[in-house]
């Protein structure tokens, strides 16, 4: 498969995981691709989930609008509603938050119902604007956590506006960017150089999750992780891949229950062997033995969230990056 064909498949995975991430390709002079991930989840929904939402939802920020959006997703996860979510980023003139509100009033008078507007602005003369005129119910995600904060710790915020603003050049930031490019040049064991580098190396079946995991744990956690697939070879010998043997310590599985692993297979390849039930059977019983004869800890990721799997790998693997 060519580069561009892996991006697609690299999305693809993501994808079928719902996990939505935007992805802006730089080209640079130092390397053939590089990526950098944004981890900003992209609203989306059904032609039938779009006619039947309950309510819309507009996170209004002064940065990108990800720390509101992720936060308000969580809240209105609680609920039973099919939101429509609509982020409006960096709105940092009063002239920007003129037009926000407009848009807000607009789906007010609309749906004949208030939105619910969730804000992480900083200025108050701006945020005082949308409370004043929006026609939604607001809420004001900075103050309700920096005010009290501020008489807690005895003194006042700094009020920086955009949380992105300064980090591109920071230590942490170069060391996330240089993980995402590891990580996706040791996607699906494409090569087996530097795997002392790795953090962390997934290993399990085609399409049980480890693409989307691994990429969440160095866009997330700047750890470097490679996978590998287990593949038929492999089950014949009954011995993992040679170039994993020096790794053991560093190798974790991941599997998946056999039925839905042959469903997403026949996404890809309909009515192939590679995606029929008994192949699919087949393969996943034989990696499953595999790891138990090699000790290595493993987790279906049938029912399990990028995040609940990658919380799962870091207390088992690597327990000090649970306070990054």
Not at 27 to 51: C, G, K, L, N
Not at 92 to 98: G, L, M, N, R
Not at 239 to 265: H, N, V
Not at 270 to 279: E, F
Request: glycine residues 6%.
């Amino acid at each position: 498969m060519n580069n561009m064909g892996r991006k697609l498949e690299i999305m693809g995975a993501i994808v079928g995981l719902d996990q939505r991430v935007r992805v802006k390709y730089l080209s640079s002079p130092d390397r053939e691709d590089r990526f950098y991930f944004v981890t900003s989840p992209i609203p989306t929904m059904s032609h039938s989930q779009r006619a039947v939402h309950t309510h819309t939802i507009f996170v209004i920020s002064d940065g990108t609008g990800i720390t509101a959006e992720t936060f308000g997703t969580a809240i209105m996860a609680q609920f039973d509603t099919q939101p429509r979510l609509v982020r409006i980023p960096f709105v940092d003139s009063i002239d920007k938050v003129h037009q926000a509100i407009r848009q807000v009033n607009h789906v007010a008078e609309v749906e004949n119902k208030k939105p619910i507007v969730f804000t992480t602005l900083v200025n108050q003369e701006m945020l005082d604007l949308i409370e004043a005129q929006c026609k939604g119910k607001v809420f004001d995600m900075f103050g309700t956590f920096v005010r009290p904060l501020e008489v807690e710790l005895g003194q006042k915020s700094l009020h920086r506006v955009g949380r992105f603003a300064d980090i591109s050049e920071s230590k942490e930031y170069l060391e996330r960017m240089e993980a995402i490019n590891y990580t996706l040049a040791h996607d699906d064991g494409q090569t087996h150089t530097d795997l002392t580098g790795a953090d962390v190396i997934l290993v399990g079946v085609s399409r049980s999750g480890k693409t989307p995991t691994s990429l969440y744990l160095a866009m997330q956690f700047g750890l470097k992780v490679a996978n590998y697939p287990l593949i038929p070879e492999d089950f014949d010998r009954k011995q993992l891949p040679p170039a994993l043997e020096p790794y053991r310590k560093k190798l974790f599985g991941l599997t998946i229950d056999p039925q839905r692993l042959s469903s997403i297979r026949n996404e890809r390849r309909p009515d192939s062997k590679y995606a029929s039930l008994a192949n699919c059977r087949y393969e996943v019983a034989e990696a499953e033995a595999m790891m138990r004869r090699s000790g290595i800890s493993w987790l279906s990721s049938t029912t399990k969230s990028i995040e609940e799997i990658a919380t799962t790998i870091l207390q088992e693997v690597l327990p000090q990056h649970l306070g990054h």
